[in-house]
């Protein structure tokens, strides 16, 4: 279910719009109301079908093209989204390769790639997110996509792994660095099943969507408390909810799906 107008007047930028999750995240921002988009990814046919569609939506959309394993297409996105925009409300890290790789066969070539595109570039892409925000004085949203492999996960999957774990710290750690700009910066963990991109598109929509209350170590659609969520000022997380009002306290919410996510 859509939310009209719950992104209207934002700026967005999506990674990996040009398809699958980001494509649908864009498309559902657009029909929020979203006011512009950057859409980014290799594919330029692929990213003209998405502006053309967003555009039919009343958004306004600029493709730009980018490998975000090349640090300076990084912080080109930024920088498209700062000169035709002159703001920036939402950041969500979509993209992500998921080469296979073990600890006998991954090469050093796969494990920087990996390591580049899946944490390096999100972590670039906050930082000019977040001078944005910080010099309109945005209250904005970030949300990486994450996944359950950061817990461990199979073989198979240890670059890909390492780098949705190290995401998930980087989400920590920025939360806490930004949250006194009032600035809210979550991660959305799916819980390995098939879950569609329209789904899912829905709960990045919820953690980017500015409403009246702010999730404040939320974790899990049930409250679930995630193990490693804990307040920095104390040993205990607390599931709350606070008003938008007055200075916030907004640290990470590591969000999961569980089965009630996932669409028969």
């Not at 493709?63 to 939402?90: E, G, N, T, W, Y």
């Not at 950041?91 to 600890?103: E, M, Q």
Request: with cysteine; hydrophobic share 45%.
């Amino acid at each position: 279910m859509t939310t009209p107008g719950r992104f209207a007047g934002k700026i967005a930028l999506v990674t990996g719009s040009t398809q699958g999750i980001g494509e649908a995240a864009a498309r559902r921002f657009a029909a929020e109301g979203a006011a512009g988009m950057v859409v980014t990814g290799r594919n330029p046919e692929r990213g003209a079908v998405v502006v053309q569609a967003l555009t039919a939506l009343g958004t306004e959309a600029i493709f730009v093209p980018a490998d975000l394993a090349d640090p300076a297409q990084c912080r080109a996105l930024i920088v498209a989204a700062d000169s035709h925009f002159s703001r920036l409300d939402v950041l969500v890290n979509a993209a992500a390769l998921t080469d296979r790789g073990n600890i006998v066969d991954t090469t050093v070539e796969l494990w920087d790639r990996l390591i580049a595109v899946n944490l390096r570039a999100p972590f670039l892409l906050m930082q000019g997110a977040i001078a944005i925000m910080r010099r309109e004085h945005i209250p904005g949203t970030i949300v990486s996509v994450g996944s359950v492999s950061a817990y461990g996960s199979v073989p198979m999957l240890l670059p890909y792994a390492v780098s949705k774990s190290g995401l998930m710290t980087l989400t920590r750690n920025v939360a806490y660095s930004v949250m006194w700009d009032r600035i809210r910066v979550n991660l959305h963990v799916d819980d390995g099943g098939l879950i569609r991109p329209q789904r899912l598109a829905q709960r990045l929509g919820e953690l980017a969507g500015v409403g009246d209350e702010v999730p404040c170590c939320a974790a899990g659609s049930g409250d679930n408390i995630i193990p490693g969520t804990h307040d920095a000022l104390g040993d205990i997380t607390l599931v709350i909810k606070i008003p938008l009002v007055g200075l916030l306290r907004s640290p990470a919410s590591i969000v999961e799906n569980d089965a009630d996510a996932v669409d028969a």
